[in-house]
């Protein structure tokens, strides 16, 4: 069952915040977040597992809701690098076939 | 660290022609997978591999399509009789084991004549 993620696109000014959200109708095991740049492959930003832990990175974090089988990926101070198409994949287990959402597209303009 | 390399980056093919796309993972990776794209998509779940055992395998997937990896390093990826709804990206990716980061490789782009 492929998550569905929203918004499916977002335009943000440079140093404005955006939120990309994640949800399952399945129980979840973990939820991965993914950056694609046109024309080059996914960039792995990070994993988060059930226990509705939350992790970051520089001005990029992100949450997981066991209950709502949700994520939810931000975006804060966005810069121009954080344009692309960002997916989330979710796994029932821990083997890593990951199934991927469709994408949010994100373009940060200046 | 040299990444995870797929050759070639093209493929053009006649429809019916077979194809072999080849996949050299980060070298201390034991896990493998493939992925196929299309446009507008996330990346679609084709099959993995733990060092030589290929575990699981797409219900999606046709019978047309085989995944190998003999010695557990590199790994093939063939389609028998190709179709034009074959015709997309077919990315590979490698980890150090479940619940880590999947490494992508730039992806085989293939297009069906």
């Known amino acids: 069952q492929q998550p569905v993620q929203s918004p499916q696109a977002v335009i943000l000014r440079e140093g404005e915040d955006a939120v990309i959200n994640c949800s399952s109708s399945k129980a979840l095991y973990s939820v991965h977040w993914y950056r694609q740049k046109h024309g080059e492959a996914p960039v792995f930003l990070m994993i988060?597992?059930?226990?509705?832990e939350q992790k970051g990175h520089d001005k990029i974090s992100a949450s997981f809701n066991e209950k709502k089988q949700q994520s939810s990926l931000y975006l804060t101070a966005s810069q121009l690098s954080y344009s692309g198409t960002y997916f989330c994949g979710t796994e029932r287990g821990s083997q890593g076939n990951l199934i991927f959402g469709k994408g949010t597209k994100l373009s940060v303009k200046p | 660290d040299t990444g995870v390399s797929q050759d070639p980056r093209h493929k053009i093919t006649k429809r019916g022609q077979n194809v072999t796309f080849r996949c050299d993972p980060i070298?201390?990776?034991?896990?493998l997978y493939w992925y196929r794209q299309t446009l507008g998509q996330g990346p679609e779940f084709l099959t993995y591999?733990?060092?030589?055992?290929?575990?699981?395998k797409s219900r999606l997937l046709s019978d047309r399509f085989s995944a190998e990896r003999p010695k557990g390093s590199f790994s093939t990826l063939e389609i028998q009789r190709t179709e034009q709804g074959d015709s997309a990206m077919y990315l590979c990716a490698s980890s150090l084991g479940g619940l880590q980061p999947q490494h992508f490789g730039d992806g085989t782009r293939l297009s069906i004549l």
């Open positions: 988060l597992l059930k226990g509705g």
């Open positions: 070298s201390e990776h034991n896990r």
């Open positions: 591999f733990q060092n030589e055992a290929q575990l699981e």
